[in-house]
């Protein structure tokens, strides 16, 4: 005996077409829950800016999409005057938000304090703030 193949092909359209429908509408909330969720962190990142205290995605508590990305740039500037008079690389890594910055970030901001004139080499692997 023949199978139909016209009521299984009316099944699967009938399966897509419910498919097509529920997928719009995820779409569609994702939509709106986006757009709350930008709201929300406005109003946080207001409500942080007014107590002083860094926002959510200042901090890692915002999207954590990659593994740096969300972190934002780092000042190394603000680091700098962080640090003792005289510190060493692992000094550096004691910095709110460093903990986890590869070896090689680090150095290559050394050298960046050093050829700029804010920080001397005192002996292997100590470094002074001139400023």
Do not use: C, H
Request: aromatic letters at 4%.
């Amino acid at each position: 005996m023949p199978r139909s193949t016209t009521s299984g092909s009316s099944a699967f359209t009938q399966v897509q077409a419910q498919a097509r429908e529920l997928l719009a509408k995820l779409r569609s909330d994702i939509r709106t829950k986006d757009a709350e969720l930008k709201r929300l962190r406005q109003e946080e990142s207001k409500l942080a800016a007014l107590t002083g205290q860094p926002g959510m995605a200042a901090t890692n508590g915002g999207m954590g999409g990659g593994r740096r990305g969300a972190r934002g740039r780092i000042n190394w500037g603000d680091v700098l005057s962080k640090l003792p008079k005289q510190f060493k690389a692992s000094d550096i890594r004691s910095v709110r938000g460093l903990r986890d910055k590869r070896s090689s970030e680090i150095f290559a901001a050394i050298t960046r304090w050093i050829e700029a004139g804010a920080v001397k080499r005192r002996d292997r692997g100590m470094y002074e703030r001139v400023k």
